[in-house]
């Protein structure tokens, strides 16, 4: 099994790891989950907080956690 540490990571640096761990670039994944690709970028950077649904659609197509994206 793969183990990785990401350290004290923020919400949108971890959306970031684990969207491009799952191959997905930002248009892509954006289109997934039925957003925008600027809106992906605003997540990852720290400019806008997922709504509540936007955070749902992004751990089931992620198949994460939601402490994966907050810890």
Do not use: C
């Amino acid at each position: 099994m793969f183990y990785y540490y990401r350290g004290m990571s923020t919400f949108g640096e971890n959306l970031a790891f684990e969207r491009k761990l799952a191959g997905y670039n930002q248009a892509e994944f954006a289109k997934k989950i039925g957003t925008t690709q600027q809106r992906v970028s605003e997540w990852e950077r720290g400019k806008v907080e997922p709504t509540l649904s936007n955070i749902v659609a992004i751990i089931k197509t992620l198949g994460v956690t939601f402490e994966d994206l907050i810890q």
